[in-house]
């Protein structure tokens, strides 16, 4: 049986910095559509996908697979937002701001990923 994903705060923080990606990058110029744009919103649809992908796995080994691409996209968006501010893109302010929920996603991703590989598979979500 798959676990529920919902449950996980890691997978609801992530959900909730998709939809402010997605909002942040409305006003991102027109011809970056197709390159930082799709790039970054890819990237964060990556975290909470790769979360709740996993969650449906049957083994600890393809869960931590999957919780393994989403830390990788987390700081992807790093890159990506640091490009983004420095294209001139993102304001300062706007910046700090998702810079700070992106960290709080990946510490809480890495502190989530250290406890299934130490704690038995089983005992998630009871």
Not at 18 to 32: C, G, H, Q, R
Not at 52 to 66: I, M, P, T, V
Not at 96 to 124: C, G, H, P, T, Y
Request: glycine share 4%.
């Amino acid at each position: 049986m798959a676990r529920n994903y919902e449950k996980l705060e890691v997978w609801n923080l992530s959900y909730q910095f998709v939809l402010k990606l997605y909002d942040a990058t409305e006003d991102f110029p027109e011809d970056e559509k197709g390159n930082i744009i799709q790039q970054i919103r890819r990237a964060a649809i990556s975290i909470p996908l790769n979360i709740a992908e996993g969650c449906s796995r049957y083994s600890k080994n393809a869960f931590l697979q999957f919780l393994s691409y989403a830390y990788g996209s987390i700081k992807e968006l790093h890159v990506l937002l640091m490009l983004s501010k420095d294209l001139g893109y993102l304001n300062n302010e706007e910046y700090i701001k998702l810079i700070d929920d992106a960290e709080i996603i990946s510490r809480k991703l890495f502190v989530f990923i250290d406890r299934v590989k130490k704690e038995k598979w089983f005992d998630w979500f009871k």
